[in-house]
């Protein structure tokens, strides 16, 4: 049976109309209020959003869903894990700074905060799933402790994994810095043709395993892959694609890890977590990245559902069937229709975190998009 996808589009025209609206409606309809009971110390977990970028979700529509947990009962906190590479998220201090500097404080969205896996990483929980590639992960220790879960994702591309969405949140959103680093199987290539020795990679290399080196065409950056633990934050920040990687042999096996984590976040309580994903600036990019370009297709909407699987198929559907925006990032398949994500990385197979969440019964791909509206 299809699983309930519930769907929110933008248009508005009157009061009743507006986004806050929309998203209380979408809670009650996916039915998250039978989910928090009262006294669950709720997680809802979303992404703060790196220094320097602005598309992660609105603190506003944040706090329409802290107001809704308030409501049923619950103990609402917002929260998300450090990350393995530097920046302003690497370490709880800064990362409650920068939240807090993106709006996310408690007069604006009435809640606390907490950075699941303690201030260095070391707030961990071990579960056990015995999947293909993993007989035992580490969760973050208070998303693991936490009784119910909202889960908010911006959906939007990833030069990796195709896109980000609720399976993705759920995996590295909930995974320590070890956590991150053991779904990171994958490591990139530099490519020395195409290297021009600027040294943004050497910069951003949060463990030192990158350098340049003298060659006879002049200095060019060298991956020490003994050193390397595959952040990719070197690919990211490269102003002349010289970072590669081995796409047919080892991302497919870096989105299967990362779908076991997601469904090891999950275990045991699949009845208490709920999903929001929000097709809004839907940028290249994951929030990670010290930007915000601009969006690849037009905003759609909001939805919501029981099922991480479905919301992701559906919300990759409704982004391949908008006409893509043309002069963004989106450098093919501007059709509606066409898969807008490989049209923007085009190496990427991004629907793969679909196919193999089913196969692991993570959720299923059929669903049914009921609209609100």
């Known amino acids: ?98 939240a807090i500097e993106h709006g996310f404080a408690f007069a604006v969205v009435a809640a606390p905060l907490i950075i699941a896996d303690g201030l260095r990483g070391g707030n961990t929980r071990s579960v056990e799933i015995r999947s293909k590639h993993f007989g035992n992960v580490l969760i973050s220790g208070d998303i693991a402790d ?33 956590g991150k680093q053991a779904q990171h199987c994958a490591r990139p290539l530099n490519l020395e043709e195409r290297c021009t020795g600027c040294g943004r990679c050497v910069s951003v290399c949060p463990r030192e395993a990158i350098a340049l080196a003298v060659t006879g065409n002049g200095q060019r950056a060298r991956i020490d892959h003994q050193l390397c633990i595959g952040c990719f934050e070197c690919m990211t920040t490269c102003p002349s694609n010289a970072i590669d990687v081995d796409w047919e042999t080892e991302i497919p096996e870096f989105i299967e890890r990362l779908v076991e984590y997601a469904a090891a976040v999950v275990k045991g309580r699949e009845k208490k977590t709920g999903y929001m994903n929000f097709l809004l600036r839907i940028t290249p990019d994951c929030d990670c990245v010290p930007w915000s370009d601009v969006s690849i297709v037009p905003d759609i909407g909001i939805l919501a559902s029981r099922d991480p699987v479905a919301i992701d198929a559906a919300s990759y559907d409704l982004v391949n069937a908008a006409e893509g925006n043309r002069g963004s990032f989106l450098q093919q398949n501007h059709g509606k229709g066409k898969d807008k994500f490989k049209g923007t990385w085009k190496n990427t197979d991004g629907y793969m975190q679909v196919r193999y969440g089913e196969e692991i019964s993570l959720g299923q791909s059929s669903y049914d998009l009921i609209s609100i509206d």
């Not at 929309?22 to 006294?39: S, T």
């Open 1 to 98: 049976m299809p699983k309930e996808v519930y769907f929110a589009a933008m248009r508005a025209r009157e009061p009743g109309q507006n986004t806050l609206s929309k998203i209380q409606r979408l809670f009650d309809a996916a039915g998250f209020h039978r989910m928090v009971e009262p006294g669950d110390l709720t997680a809802i977990k979303l992404h703060f959003g790196e220094w320097g970028n602005e598309s992660y979700i609105n603190p506003v529509h944040v706090r329409c869903v802290v107001d809704r947990v308030k409501q049923a009962g619950g103990k609402p906190f917002l929260t998300d894990s450090n990350t393995l590479y530097r920046g302003r998220r690497s370490n709880a201090v800064d990362h409650l700074c920068t």
């Open 146 to 178: 936490s009784q119910a879960m909202i889960v908010l994702s911006h959906f939007k591309g990833h030069d990796v994994a195709g896109f980000g969405g609720a399976i993705k949140n759920l995996a590295m959103g909930c995974a320590p810095p070890a």
